[in-house]
């Protein structure tokens, strides 16, 4: 990868794909931290409306945080996380270097299986 990101810009948002071509999810929000020498670094990608909502802000995104936590069974309230260490590439999406069983963003999409998806008819 290189070395500098405009984060906003060619992170946010951006298609999260593993390394066997199956989607995890986009970037809702990242993490970043200082470092030792005074730059920031992107440490992590926050993925789920566990991180949407509070970059969306508002009553909206209070509501949507509220909403995946109680339905996901989220005990920690935190957003899912996959390690920047993780990422392979970025071009018009985010390539991961593991497969999607090794990335853990499951809790809501699990939820939503489970009890929605399964109980439409024809849904399998």
């Given at each position: 990868m290189k070395e500098t990101y405009d984060a906003a810009l060619q992170l946010l948002d951006r298609q999260i794909i593993a390394s066997d071509t199956r989607m995890v999810g986009k970037v809702d929000d990242v993490t970043i931290e200082r470092q030792?020498?005074?730059?920031?670094?992107?440490t992590e990608l926050l993925v789920g409306p566990g991180a949407l909502g509070p970059?969306?802000?508002?009553?909206i995104g209070f509501y949507m945080?509220?909403?995946w936590e109680r339905l996901s069974g989220s005990t920690t309230g935190e957003p899912d996380r996959i390690r920047i260490e993780d990422v392979d590439h970025i071009d018009n999406a985010v390539h991961l270097?593991?497969?999607?069983?090794?990335v853990d963003v499951e809790g809501f999409e699990v939820w939503m299986r489970e009890h929605v998806i399964?109980?439409?008819?024809?849904?399998?």
């Open positions: 030792s020498d005074g730059t920031w670094r992107v970059r969306t802000g508002g009553l945080k509220a909403v270097k593991i497969p999607r069983s090794d399964t109980r439409i008819p024809g849904a399998k």
